[in-house]
């Protein structure tokens, strides 16, 4: 059997970086068949950036506010051409970029419900898991799906469900939740690695 070529992903971030540090443990720790070529921040004084510098991934910082909209677009992805990602990851990543052509269906993301339910412009982190409990759902989940120029859309590769108790708040659903998305997200990379290198 044939030893399965690493992919080759850049990780797009905003924030404490537990996403890109799970990948990792699920590198190091599991054969996820990933080479994680750069890792790009909106911040710099974020953890996910540490967390990157740590392992040796090189790292940009590119904010938002520094471009129009063509501008930001080609500063987020000229470097993942560069280095030669083939898909990227957004890893708890709080901004809008629009995808370009070469790019669709090659950015993933992970949303902490079962899109469409709770997705959309506003609706990440604790926002998301208030409105499900305040909505009345008893099972929530996550979503990997890939990425288009519209909040929260594009196919869905995968969903993981999981309870909603009664006595929930928002933080003990978005553990339940993250608990998911710890498995979810690799296995959908697992997904996009050809059969048979």
Request: charged share 20%; aromatic share 6%.
């Amino acid at each position: 059997m044939s030893e399965v070529t690493p992919l080759p992903i850049a990780v797009f971030l905003s924030g404490g970086g537990r996403t890109l540090e799970n990948l990792l443990v699920h590198r190091d720790q599991h054969g996820l068949p990933i080479d994680v070529r750069l890792v790009i921040s909106s911040r710099g004084d974020v953890r996910g950036v540490e967390i990157a510098k740590d392992a040796g991934i090189e790292t940009l910082v590119v904010r938002k506010r520094d471009f129009d909209e063509a501008g930001y677009c080609d500063a987020m992805f000229e470097p993942v051409r560069q280095c030669g990602a083939k898909y990227v990851i957004m890893a708890g990543f709080l901004k809008h970029v629009m995808i370009p052509d070469d790019f669709e269906n090659r950015v993933i993301n992970i949303h902490p419900s079962l899109l469409p339910a709770f997705g959309g412009q506003g609706m990440y982190g604790h926002n998301v898991h208030e409105a499900a409990i305040k909505r009345g759902v008893t099972i929530s989940g996550c979503t990997v799906h890939f990425v288009d120029n519209h909040y929260d859309n594009g196919p869905i590769i995968l969903q993981r469900a999981c309870d909603v108790l009664p006595s929930d708040t928002p933080d003990q659903l978005a553990a339940r939740v993250f608990e998911q998305e710890c498995d979810a997200l690799p296995a959908a990379i697992r997904t996009l690695i050809p059969a048979g290198v």
